[in-house]
């Protein structure tokens, strides 16, 4: 008994049917596969960068002097930055600092990301305080005619990180005490653009101590 034709032609074809829908169906599972282990690989060498980084940051803050390269993560470069100015060593913390300013800025000079933004903020933030720092310092020396150049720079710095975030209070802080130390010091010292036509009072009664927010 012959079988219709149509059949025979469907049976015919269906084992190389089945054998090429096995074959992409291996390649879909390998190539599954080889996804999940590159996602599984790049999770690994993430916690271990992250395990390297917090090591770094944590002998930084212990006053370790840890070399860090010019690619490392921000967190890492911030690190660098607060141990450099911890130790007055500020000439090297300047490229630390403008390098992460840089980052809070994409290059048609709108805000980047929160994360650069923050630790953009808090760099200007700690190099201003590290520049108040000597400035206050030679104030209670015999060195005053150096403090002027050094309150300005502070000054700049707190003006810089206000720009990137206006609501940083403890910046605005500084600056307003960086502004009446530059009004207070003697009129020798003080340049034509830090004049002030009000006559203020001595300030250093006013001050027990480091302004606040110094760290």
Do not use: H
């Not at 015999?142 to 720079?153: D, F, K, N």
């Not at 003080?190 to 006013?206: A, F, I, N, Q, Y």
């Amino acid at each position: 008994m012959a079988g219709n034709p149509s059949s025979l032609r469907s049976l015919n074809r269906w084992p190389l049917y089945r054998r090429v829908g096995g074959r992409a169906f291996a390649w879909i599972l390998w190539l599954g596969l080889g996804l999940t282990l590159c996602a599984l690989l790049a999770t690994l060498m993430q916690l271990y960068g992250a395990r390297s980084d917090n090591k770094t940051i944590d002998a930084l803050e212990r006053r370790e002097d840890i070399v860090v390269v010019e690619q490392a993560s921000p967190e890492v470069s911030f690190a660098r930055l607060r141990f450099l100015a911890a130790v007055g060593r500020l000439d090297e913390a300047l490229p630390w600092v403008e390098r992460l300013a840089a980052q809070a800025l994409v290059q048609d000079g709108t805000v980047a990301s929160e994360k650069s933004t923050d630790i953009a903020v808090w760099s200007l933030y700690n190099m201003g305080n590290a520049r108040l720092r000597q400035a206050l310092e030679l104030l209670g020396s015999t060195r005053t005619e150096e403090a002027p150049s050094l309150v300005r720079l502070a000054k700049e710095y707190y003006v810089r990180a206000l720009r990137l975030d206006a609501s940083f209070w403890d910046a605005r802080y500084n600056l307003d005490i960086a502004s009446r130390l530059v009004r207070d010091l003697p009129p020798a010292e003080v340049s034509e653009e830090d004049e002030s036509p009000e006559k203020p009072k001595r300030l250093w009664t006013d001050l027990p101590g480091l302004p606040k927010g110094l760290p």
